[in-house]
């Protein structure tokens, strides 16, 4: 069992409390699940700072019978690229992870390694929102410490292999947050004009960008891993549902960029 790392940071521990909170993100947020949404990129950070923009991607998603899940790895532990297999505990409940895809993967670059997973924020913070929208998933938690263009395409291909031999509907989350600690108006400048490729599919150009401003997003790989499986499995769109960072909660000098988008088929 993985136990939560961040409940009492992150988000509240206690589930009443939890709960109520993510409810107030969906406020004035229509829930109209688009069943077209195959990907979606969602902010990690605390939910004061970032629900807001999370709850309109997961007020847009569809039903899943698994929600893939990637994520950087910020602690450095474990393997370069990790999935979980263990069960996941949060203040809301346990939730499964899909043995059947997990086991289905070639190993080739996904080890399944817990240790990468144990004190790792920025998965476990979309499953309360899972929690909270849906009442039966799995998850597939993938957390990846090697980022560059040419891991995001082995990855993304054992997935996409493993995804492509079930019949089970699949939705792929990267988990990421934009620009970090600069002031908003360059984070919005810096933002938007990396999330541009992102919009367009586009990887290699989103990696051109990143390199071109040296960018702060720290979950650029999931990002790209995301593109890949959703593109590779018919994805032809993608849009911005939000985009917002933490000065808009609490005034502060430098801020941290958030967008909420989502991939379609």
């Known amino acids: 069992m993985r136990m939560p790392a961040v409940a009492g940071q992150f988000y509240p521990s206690n589930p009443?409390?939890?709960?109520?909170e993510i409810k107030s993100y969906f406020s004035k947020i229509t829930i109209a699940p688009d069943q077209t949404i195959m990907g979606a990129v969602v902010p990690h950070a605390g939910y004061l700072y970032s629900g807001r923009t999370a709850a309109h991607v997961y007020?847009?998603?569809?039903d899943a019978d698994t929600f893939v899940i990637i994520g950087p790895n910020h602690t450095g532990y474990g393997s370069?690229?990790?999935?979980?297999?263990?069960?996941?505990?949060?203040?809301?409940?346990?939730?499964?992870c899909d043995l059947d895809i997990i086991e289905s993967l070639s190993r080739s670059i996904i080890d399944i390694d817990e240790t990468a997973h144990l004190y790792e924020h920025s998965i476990e913070v979309q499953i309360p929102f899972l929690q909270t929208r849906f009442r039966d998933f799995e998850i597939v938690p993938v957390c990846m410490g090697l980022q560059d263009e040419d891991m995001t395409r082995d990855v993304s291909a054992e997935l996409m292999d493993?995804?492509?031999?079930?019949?089970?509907?699949?939705?792929?989350i990267a988990s990421s947050d934009f620009t970090h600690y600069k002031p908003a108006n360059v984070a919005y400048d810096t933002d938007h004009y990396v999330i541009e490729p992102i919009l367009e599919l586009n990887v290699t150009e989103f990696y051109s960008r990143i390199r071109e401003r040296d960018a702060s997003v720290c979950g650029y790989g999931p990002i790209a891993v995301m593109m890949r499986v959703c593109r590779g499995l018919g994805a032809n769109s993608a849009r911005l549902?939000?985009?917002?960072?933490?000065?808009?909660?609490?005034?502060?000098?430098?801020v941290v960029g958030y967008a909420g988008i989502v991939v379609n088929g």
Do not use: H
Request: hydrophobic share 35%; glycine share 4%.
């Open 16 to 20: 009443r409390t939890l709960k109520k």
């Open 162 to 172: 493993a995804i492509s031999e079930t019949d089970k509907k699949v939705v792929v």
């Open 80 to 96: 370069v690229v990790s999935a979980s297999s263990d069960s996941w505990s949060t203040p809301l409940g346990t939730v499964d």
């Open 241 to 254: 549902l939000n985009y917002a960072n933490s000065g808009d909660v609490q005034p502060m000098q430098d």
């Open 59 to 62: 007020a847009a998603l569809p």
